[in-house]
């Protein structure tokens, strides 16, 4: 049971992990399939075991750890990242995690595990329970990119309205890091609707209309009732706050 007081401190653990707890493979082979058929361990997914706690059966691990380690620069991000902060609007039984390697969707325990692209090491950090997490800030703007493939343009406003301030350089970072002229326009839109709510200042915004690219875009698939915003040069819904006081609307499904 000693090595499963070493294995629990860790939670999920991979093959690697335990060949240098046990000092060799076959030992790890053999420590592996043991603690499997004990029901000590349960396995994730290829390569990765999650310990099972005695007293309660169930997994020691939660779902942020687990995205933290199917694959060594693993990340939670999106919408996953804004549940891990709080400021989720709804849970989702979807874990969004960045990672450039080439990770498969899985699923374990009722929760479905959804890679994405990795787009640059810009604001992330490690807690001290294990868990690798893109900042608050690197969140929206990943969500921003995003929010066509992830809970939509009302859930991502919804969240964004539970966040209290945000940091503008940081903003400013992650923006620099993907490097895309119409992700400024975007951005310069949804966050000018909150920026007495986010505490952002006047530079802010100035800086992404003028790293905005020349040409005029959509905010997503051209809708009935759009508007071109000038400054932004964006054909976008003509208020966005309206979007969440309506409530359901014919924006749900974006």
């Known amino acids: 049971m000693n090595r499963y007081k070493e294995l629990a401190a860790l939670r999920c653990f991979t093959h690697k ?5 046990a000092g060799s493979e076959s030992a790890a082979a053999w420590q592996i399939k043991n603690y499997l058929q004990k029901g000590y361990i349960e396995r994730v997914r290829r390569d990765l075991y999650a310990v099972i706690s005695m007293e309660t059966g169930q997994a020691i691990p939660n779902r942020y750890q687990i995205a933290s380690r199917t694959a060594d620069d693993a990340c939670v991000s999106h919408h996953s990242a804004f549940e891990f902060y709080g400021y989720g609007n709804q849970v989702f039984y979807d874990v969004y995690f960045a990672t450039e390697k080439r990770v498969r969707p899985f699923s374990y325990d009722d929760v479905n595990y959804c890679p994405l692209a990795y ?3 810009t604001g992330i950090t490690e807690t001290d ?3 690798r997490v893109t900042s608050l ?3 929206v703007i990943d969500s921003i990119a995003d929010f066509e493939k992830i809970g939509g343009l009302e ?5 964004l309205m539970l966040i209290p301030a945000l940091d503008s350089e940081k903003l400013l970072d992650a923006l620099e890091m993907y490097g895309r002229g119409q992700l400024y326009q975007k951005t ?3 966050l000018e609707a909150l920026r007495d709510e986010l505490s952002l200042p006047d530079q802010f915004f100035a800086e992404c209309e003028k790293q905005s690219s020349a ?7 051209k809708q009935d009732g759009f508007v ?3 400054k932004w040069k964006l054909f976008a819904p003509k208020d966005l706050k309206a979007i969440v006081n309506k409530g359901v609307t014919d924006y749900d499904a974006v």
Do not use: A, P, W
């Open 17 to 21: 992990d335990m060949v240098q707890l």
């Open 119 to 121: 787009r640059g090491n």
């Open 129 to 131: 329970t294990g868990v």
């Open 137 to 139: 800030e690197r969140t």
């Open 155 to 159: 859930e991502l406003l919804r969240c």
């Open 188 to 190: 310069g839109y949804i």
């Open 215 to 221: 040409s005029k875009t959509y905010l997503f698939e």
């Open 228 to 230: 071109l915003h000038s």
